[in-house]
């Protein structure tokens, strides 16, 4: 069938209005809304500024080198930390590198078999505490209402804990002593602050627009929280990770330091 002159002059209105329409031509979500728009992977965004960074590259060399030492390093080095390997309190030479202490035992050999349990307790520890303080921080934060109260209460109760005082106590008594069992008790008492901080950065977030466009389009809280608002605290939450995997170092080599590591 032929097509008039008036409705080829209709389509070409229809079909430049939609051009300059940006909602118009966009696909609409179930509930009628326009679906949200496509947006950058945050993996390649991430590597984009990352590799631009020299503080963020230099930090990431020595994190590998001490990484590498503490896998291949305990290898390499043929003496036991607690071993009587020399002449007490000598100074660094070629037979000792880093000397020996005052009972005769060679530093490098405990700084090499001391980062491997660094690295042990701080991935543990860290990565548990990283772990539960996130779920925590977004389900009271963007949940809200009675769940949110709750949590908040459980966090302020295990925050006004003293936590190197209750390690003392459980690490003392606990006949199965570790690094695991060490960096599970550090991370289940160390979560409390970063859960507070995840709370108080997604209350922030999941008022603005980018967040109600996605809740429009019909997605549910849990693919919210991981697609739009954790993507935007990249860099927060690997902050987080990184100060919660020192904290746990620190209370490793406390216990340590008093007997009970």
């Known amino acids: 069938m032929a097509i008039s002159d008036h409705e080829r002059l209709g389509l070409a209105t229809e079909e430049a ?21 496509p947006r950058t992977q945050p993996r390649a965004e991430f590597l984009h500024f990352a590799l631009r960074n020299w503080k963020f590259l230099l930090g990431s060399v020595v994190v590998l080198c001490a990484l590498a030492v503490a896998l291949l390093g305990p290898v390499l080095v043929d003496v036991e930390p607690l071993e009587f390997a020399g002449p007490t309190d000598a100074r660094p030479s070629s037979e000792h590198w880093f000397g020996t202490t005052s009972f005769g035992q060679d530093v490098l050999s405990q700084f090499v078999h001391g980062l491997r349990a660094a690295f042990v307790v701080g991935s543990i520890g860290g990565g548990l505490a990283w772990l539960l303080g996130a779920f925590v921080g977004f389900t009271a934060g963007y949940r809200g209402g009675w769940l949110d109260d709750l949590l908040n209460m459980v966090t302020n109760v295990v925050l006004v804990i003293p936590t190197l005082a209750i390690l003392i106590i459980v690490a003392a008594y606990l006949e199965v002593a570790g690094y695991a069992t060490e960096g599970i008790l550090i991370g289940l008492t160390s979560w409390p602050w970063a859960a507070r901080a ?39 939450l690997f902050m987080m990770f990184i100060l919660l995997f020192g904290g746990a170092v620190l209370i490793g080599a406390s216990l340590d330091f008093l007997g009970l590591g």
């Open 198 to 236: 995840v709370r108080a950065q997604t209350f922030s977030l999941k008022t603005r627009e980018f967040v109600d466009v996605a809740r429009l389009s019909g997605r549910s809280g849990r693919q919210i929280i991981a697609t739009e608002i954790a993507p935007n605290m990249s860099s927060y």
């Open 17 to 37: 209005a939609a051009s300059l329409d940006p909602l118009a031509a966009s696909p609409l979500a179930p509930t009628g809304a326009p679906a949200a728009t």
